[in-house]
């Protein structure tokens, strides 16, 4: 199978595309108003990259990532300190399947003939969910990079973020941990983050842009990656944007407010901070839920996405993927082992390389057609049918209990406390 089980070495698996991947991160803009992203990319065969090193899991500073990521899964203060050096130890040996800061491919790097013309590559966004950062959905990042697609993952300075930071205009690194509110409880400071998080990935766009167009962008980070490589190269026209759990209603509201984003996914969406007059928009729409992750007020809030205001019949569908929890359309259980994963947080019991497999075709399909206009059957990861392992629509009862959950604790349904 393509698709390796590769949890127990602590690597996501190997993405299934024709081309290795490279990542580079990239922080521009001064103090908080910049970003921060980790840009996903065709590189070079791997026999060519003598001298570049696979990319470790966690971002730098690791330190503070790992102590973030503790802290914000609520698990920090309850660890032993045998269990927080384990934690430490498993974190810091996780690594990806990229190369850090490698080259752009062209088509002729290649010997065999390209699969998609790396002369106009399709760009995608990616939004993180809440208590986690730019790196919760490298595996599919990588995956449709190794495809040709250039992905912008996006890390959130809204206070939702595991940890993240900014570079002050006299050069000193000044945090922005993890904000601690009641998941459902402040819909106010809920809704402005996703608001922030969705203009974060709309200055994404107008950064790629500017690549486009061969304009400096100066990186505030140490990186040898010339980000000139992107000139001309990119299919800015129509951008696809995907995101999971918090990510998700990023996703939706910046498919609604940004109209270069053409189509997108929700991963497991969590969508009880988004504007209650957004308007809703005619544009491919694809919401992939947890079955385990369900409940009548988010599948309501959900269902108003897909039901109304579809007068030019856009495609816009809601599926549950079968026995899987929240976190299983992420990168944690292809990290960790199951008796691991399963030990901070609720993990479904399909296995976590079919689920990716799931995952990835479903999501690489939808973005086939709608940004590259094709339908050629390019996915080399498996033969399998989506469907087998999910259905259309859910599993949830809605009519008559439409506010049922609106005030449930979220992360309780995620982690184990």
């Known amino acids: 199978m393509p698709f390796e089980c590769t949890t127990c070495t602590l690597n996501l698996p190997k993405p299934t595309g024709p081309y290795d991947v490279g990542t580079?991160?990239?922080?521009?803009?001064?103090?908080?108003?910049?970003?921060?992203?980790?840009?996903?990319?065709?590189?070079?065969?791997?026999?060519?990259?003598?001298?570049?090193?696979?990319?470790?899991?966690?971002p730098k500073p690791s330190d503070k990532y790992f102590e973030g990521d503790m802290k914000a899964t609520l698990m920090f203060d309850k660890a032993s300190a045998m269990e927080?050096?384990?934690?430490?130890?498993?974190?810091?040996?996780?690594r990806t399947q990229t190369f850090a800061d490698a080259p752009l491919a062209s088509d002729k790097d290649y010997s065999t003939s390209p699969q998609?013309?790396?002369?106009?590559?399709?760009?995608?966004?990616?939004?993180?969910?809440?208590?986690?950062?730019?790196?919760?959905?490298?595996?599919?990042?990588?995956?449709?990079?190794?495809?040709?697609?250039?992905?912008a993952a996006v890390e959130h300075r809204d206070g939702s973020?595991?940890?993240?930071?900014?570079?002050?205009?006299?050069?000193?690194?000044?945090?922005?941990?993890?904000?601690?509110?009641?998941?459902?409880?402040?819909?106010k400071e809920r809704n402005r983050q996703v608001n922030q998080r969705a203009k974060e990935c709309s200055k994404t766009v107008d950064f790629l842009e500017k690549l486009q167009k061969g304009e400096h962008v100066k990186n505030l980070l140490k990186t040898s990656f010339d980000l000139s490589q992107f000139k001309n190269r990119l299919k800015i026209s129509s951008v696809g944007i995907f995101g999971h759990s918090f990510g998700g209603a990023t996703a939706t509201t910046a498919l609604a407010k940004d109209q270069r984003f053409t189509c997108g996914i929700a991963l497991d969406?969590?969508?009880?901070?988004?504007?209650?007059?957004?308007?809703?928009?005619?544009?491919?729409?694809?919401?992939?839920?947890?079955?385990?992750?369900?409940?009548?007020?988010?599948?309501?809030?959900?269902?108003?996405?897909?039901?109304?205001?579809?007068?030019?019949?856009?495609?816009?569908?809601?599926?549950?993927?079968?026995?899987?929890?929240?976190?299983?359309?992420?990168?944690?259980?292809?990290l960790l082992p199951f008796f691991l994963a399963n030990q901070s947080?609720?993990?479904?019991?399909?296995?976590?390389?079919?689920?990716?497999?799931?995952?990835?075709?479903?999501?690489?399909?939808?973005?086939?057609?709608?940004?590259?206009?094709?339908?050629?059957?390019?996915?080399?990861?498996?033969n399998i049918n989506p469907l087998d392992y999910a259905y259309e629509g859910t599993n949830v009862e809605v009519i008559g209990h439409e506010n049922d959950g609106k005030d449930l604790d979220v992360l309780n349904e995620i982690f184990r406390y």
């Open 269 to 334: 969406p969590w969508m009880f901070p988004i504007d209650h007059d957004l308007h809703r928009f005619n544009k491919p729409f694809y919401v992939l839920n947890a079955e385990q992750f369900s409940w009548p007020f988010n599948i309501t809030q959900i269902q108003s996405f897909l039901d109304k205001d579809n007068s030019q019949n856009a495609d816009r569908k809601l599926f549950t993927i079968r026995d899987t929890c929240h976190v299983d359309l992420c990168d944690y259980p292809l």
């Open 84 to 94: 927080m050096w384990i934690s430490k130890l498993l974190f810091g040996r996780m």
């Open 345 to 382: 947080a609720k993990v479904g019991t399909l296995s976590a390389p079919l689920k990716g497999i799931v995952i990835n075709k479903m999501c690489f399909d939808f973005f086939e057609k709608y940004l590259c206009e094709a339908e050629c059957n390019r996915y080399r990861g498996s």
């Open 161 to 187: 973020a595991s940890y993240t930071y900014y570079i002050s205009e006299d050069g000193k690194m000044v945090d922005i941990p993890h904000e601690y509110l009641k998941t459902n409880g402040d819909y």
């Open 116 to 151: 998609y013309s790396m002369k106009n590559m399709p760009v995608l966004i990616c939004s993180h969910g809440l208590a986690a950062n730019r790196a919760g959905l490298t595996a599919l990042c990588s995956e449709f990079a190794s495809y040709g697609y250039v992905v």
């Open 24 to 58: 580079t991160d990239v922080m521009w803009g001064v103090n908080a108003d910049g970003n921060l992203i980790t840009l996903h990319y065709p590189t070079l065969p791997n026999y060519k990259l003598d001298g570049y090193k696979r990319k470790p899991y966690s």
